[in-house]
């Protein structure tokens, strides 16, 4: 009960919606905290009875938890020590070339922004990564950032198909990866963490030699830094999930890369590797969003989505804010399977490993119910199911020739012709997105494919001036 009150007063966005079925849940904190109130009241007085399953289980953990205890008001669990612990200048032993791990004693706190709030753009690290987006000649469509409220409360903007925002449609370019290419091949992933009970999905994953793709938050990797380069060093794929988790549709240019920048640091300071893959928080990208990504050399990894209605996702969030139950998310992954059948690629689902119940639900039942499936499932890390090597999900390891990262490859195929567009605009208000970084021609926008836009030595100068003036979770 402590634990879930905590988590949804110090973390409320993360317990909230993903922009499930085109609908984003903006929780407050009372918000979660009434629901968890009013489960512990049904539980009180008896009655609490949980949906049935509508399919038999093929396999459950023997050490499972009673799909009764999987809820909102579950007692704190103990946790597990972590398998191993590593000293400064460890490698991964299947990554060809990887630089040694720093020691994890040395992250401090002190030397990132401050936990869970999107980092201010006025320092000297965001401003060299602003010049960093501007230079990479990847022009950042003009398109206004959306308000908090979903689709519902920006009607105009989930009219308009051509600034594919995924939120509101599940539209998606050929530069997100939301398939795995072979059939019955499952892209595992896990958002949010590392979390506190993130070692027993690690140790139920190392048991059956199984792999993921962990999407870390930059603030909770500076809350358990061993526990990261314990994933990395297990063989699991390390990639960005942003520093604070906001909607990144809501986020000025200059915002959208503080979050993005500060969370490939603080990966490379803990594991001494740079992601080049990220997931947007609740899935929220459009293409100025992924335009900037791509300027910072990050590929986005969504989950799959069927149709506007029909998406892979577990709902395993909503267990500790009281808003699913446990049956209700299996019944979510029977349709996932059933679903898999059905489509000619493989699949990646949304599922989380910062709370006790998503990892119990994790470990007790989806996972083995998915190793039981037949035929069967090929388990991997996303970049895997993509038929690549673990070292290409970083940049110093990456294989540039075959998998170029975005700027390089955005370079190369503009054979060095395209222009940098800057904005001299400062305005973070709706209706005027940029704050200073590369503005594209509307074409950009519809097409997906990077703009190019000519501007004068003047314009560029003003717009440099103007950005040279713009000035825990548990542990």
């Known amino acids: 009960m402590w634990f879930a009150l905590a988590t949804a007063v110090t973390l409320p966005a993360l317990a909230s919606a993903h922009g499930v079925h085109g609908v984003q849940h903006h929780a407050r904190a009372s918000d979660i905290a009434d629901a968890v109130a009013s489960a512990t009241a049904a539980v009180a007085s008896g009655a609490s009875a949980l949906p049935s399953l509508t399919f038999s289980l093929a396999s459950v953990n023997p050490t499972a938890l009673p799909l009764s205890s999987i809820v909102a008001t579950a007692p704190t669990q103990a946790t597990i020590a972590l398998s191993s612990t590593y000293v400064a200048g460890s490698k991964p032993t299947n990554i060809p070339g990887a630089p040694g791990m720093p020691a994890a004693y040395t992250i401090n706190p002190k030397d990132y922004p401050t936990l869970d709030k999107t980092p201010p753009t006025d320092t000297d690290l965001v401003q060299q990564w602003i010049q960093e987006v501007q230079d990479s000649g990847i022009s950042i469509p003009d398109i206004p950032v959306t308000n908090l409220g979903g689709c519902a409360n920006n009607t105009e903007a989930a009219a308009n198909t051509s600034r594919c925002w995924w939120t509101c449609g599940g539209c998606t370019r050929d530069t997100d990866i939301s398939t795995c290419p072979t059939k019955n091949t499952w892209g595992l992933t896990y958002d949010d963490g590392p979390g506190p009970w993130t070692p027993d999905l690690l140790q139920y994953l190392e048991q059956h030699d199984m792999h993921s793709t962990f999407f870390v938050i930059g603030s909770r990797a500076i809350s358990r830094p061993a526990m990261l380069q314990d994933e990395y060093m297990a063989g699991h794929q ?238």
């Not at 928080?281 to 989505?305: C, E, F, H, K, Q």
């Not at 998310?329 to 910062?354: A, K, P, R, Y």
């Open 238 to 475: 390390i990639a960005v999930h942003t520093w604070s988790h906001p909607y990144m549709t809501t986020k000025t240019n200059e915002e959208v890369i503080a979050e993005l920048g500060w969370t490939k640091k603080v990966i490379k300071d803990t594991i001494g590797v740079t992601p080049l893959y990220w997931r947007p928080p609740y899935g929220d990208i459009d293409d100025r969003v992924r335009a900037i990504s791509r300027a910072m050399n990050l590929i986005p990894i969504m989950w799959t989505r069927m149709d506007a209605e029909q998406t892979f996702d577990t709902q395993d969030y909503d267990i500790p804010a009281g808003e699913v139950t446990s049956t209700q998310v299996l019944n979510n992954w029977q349709e996932i399977m059933n679903n898999s059948s059905s489509i000619d690629t493989g699949f990646i689902v949304l599922e989380h490993d910062l709370w006790q119940q998503t990892v119990d639900i994790a470990v007790g039942y989806i996972l083995p119910e998915a190793l039981a499936h037949q035929p069967k499932f090929n388990i991997t890390p996303v970049i895997e199911c993509q038929d690549m090597p673990l070292s290409n999900s970083y940049i110093e390891t990456n294989d540039n020739s075959t998998n170029p990262p975005p700027v390089l490859d955005y370079k190369a195929s503009a054979s060095g012709s395209a222009s940098v567009s800057v904005s001299a605009s400062a305005s973070a208000a709706q209706g005027s997105s940029t704050s200073g970084v590369s503005v594209n021609s509307a074409a950009g926008a519809s097409s997906g494919a990077p703009a190019m836009a000519v501007v004068s030595q003047g314009m560029v100068t003003a717009a440099l001036s103007a950005i040279a003036a713009a000035g825990a979770f548990l542990l």
